[in-house]
């Protein structure tokens, strides 16, 4: 299945290898979230590196949990974990974009006291993380998400084999780490 071109695809990256930047081609409707591997050590090559690409490429660039970064580094937004429970992070420019990730109905309500445009909902599909009963499927998906009142993104466990699915979600989105990280796509 080619990508579609209607939905939009977040990307998590900590770097840009060659294999990446040539998966990233097959899309056009894309932003990469610098997602590093320790929460708290950010690469400033890394982000610089990658900044550079978005650029070049007219593509948006997030940030994952530091304002402060995203602010440096003049980043289009921030991406805001599950974990990350600040609601006042100061002040921000106005077009600035906040993106956020949840888990439940609880989580949603944080997202949304964080003013986040975009919800990342998931893990929608089995991952390494999450076992088949914790995940939610199209329809445990679709039911706690169908009054948010916020665009709805899909994560968690994406691969080629179940992308058609996501047509049968509410999901205007699809974020991932792996669906890039392949060497065969679609």
């Known amino acids: 299945m080619a990508p579609n071109e209607k939905i939009r695809y977040y990307f998590f990256v900590n770097d840009l290898s060659q294999l990446i930047t040539e998966n990233l081609k097959k899309y056009k409707n894309y932003s990469l979230i610098y997602n590093p591997d320790n929460k708290n050590i950010f690469n400033i090559n890394q ?22 970064y995203a602010h440096k580094f003049k980043a289009d937004g921030i991406f805001i974990s599950s974990s990350n429970k600040i609601v006042n992070p100061g002040k921000l420019d106005i077009k600035f974009k906040i993106l956020g990730s949840a888990h439940n109905q609880l989580e949603y309500y944080h997202k949304i006291r964080q003013n986040c445009e975009t919800i990342m909902f998931s893990p929608i599909f089995k991952t390494s993380k999450y076992s088949q009963n914790k995940i939610l499927d199209i329809s445990k998906f679709n039911l706690i998400s169908k009054n948010w009142k916020v665009k709805v993104c899909a994560l968690g466990g994406i691969t080629n084999k179940n992308l058609r699915k996501i047509k049968m979600t509410r999901a205007v989105a699809i974020a991932g780490i792996s669906l890039i990280k392949k060497t065969h796509l679609l």
């Open 47 to 68: 982000i610089i590196k990658i900044q550079t690409f978005c650029k070049k490429n007219s593509v948006l660039f997030f940030l994952k949990d530091n304002y402060k």
